[in-house]
């Protein structure tokens, strides 16, 4: 079953704006990923934050983290059109298994 | 580089022939998996091995079968290829130490099964 949700579905913003993207999941995890794909091509990882953390940084993405309401959401600002593509996230709940929700697809209009 | 290579890119087949997807990694890599991506589903697990001869069903194994001889590859069997196998094919690999390593895919395969 799929683990990680991502809201919403699809996002259609203007260059220079924020875009903000959302993950809910059901389990208790050890750490959530987010991953972003290009039209056809493999993911590419983005973040990776723990459970015991809260807010991670990195270059124009800030990722947070509330377990407690089992959620997360990526951000990125000053989108650019080269950010168009498909965001993942991804949970760990320990074992083998990383599960990767259904995605969202960022268009950034120029 | 480090990288993931999986061949071929574009497959188009019949049902019922026999056909191998490769999958290799030059990163010393322990994990690797395989995915299918399919329109409203996202990324499902169709199996994983946690090193040389290791493997072990993911989500979605019906009709897949692999192989871990060797702890750089790790290809996908479909040994009677199905239409509803038609779909995207990641693979994917990262460390031992699977749950703070990130993963590196593929570029993919896209497979037609008609």
């Known amino acids: 079953s799929q683990q990680g949700e991502e809201d919403p579905q699809a996002l259609s913003i203007q260059e220079g704006e924020n875009a903000t993207m959302n993950c809910s999941y059901k389990t208790s995890i050890n750490n959530l990923q987010w991953y972003r794909q290009n039209s056809g091509r493999g993911l590419v990882h983005l973040i990776l934050i723990r459970s015991n953390e809260r807010e991670k940084h990195s270059g124009r993405l800030r990722v947070t983290l509330d377990t407690s309401k089992k959620s997360s959401s990526l951000l990125i600002t000053a989108s650019r059109a080269a950010d168009t593509a498909s965001y993942f996230c991804?949970?760990?709940?320990?074992?083998?298994?990383?599960?990767f929700g259904e995605g969202t697809q960022l268009t950034v209009n120029p | 580089e480090a990288q993931v290579t999986q061949n071929p890119r574009y497959l188009i087949t019949v049902t019922g022939k026999k056909l191998t997807v490769t999958c290799s990694q030059n990163m010393n890599h322990e994990y690797m998996s395989w995915y299918r991506q399919d329109p409203g589903l996202g990324l499902r697990q169709i199996y994983y091995s946690m090193n040389v001869e290791v493997t072990d069903k993911g989500d979605v194994p019906e009709g897949y079968k692999v192989s871990r001889k060797e702890k750089r590859n790790f290809p996908l069997i479909l040994e009677s290829p199905s239409p509803n196998q038609t779909s995207l094919y990641f693979c994917?690999?990262?460390?031992?130490?699977?749950?703070?390593?990130?993963?590196?895919f593929g570029n993919g395969t896209r497979l037609t099964v008609t």
């Open positions: 991804a949970t760990d709940g320990g074992g083998s298994r990383l599960t």
């Open positions: 994917a690999s990262t460390k031992r130490d699977r749950g703070t390593s990130p993963l590196h």
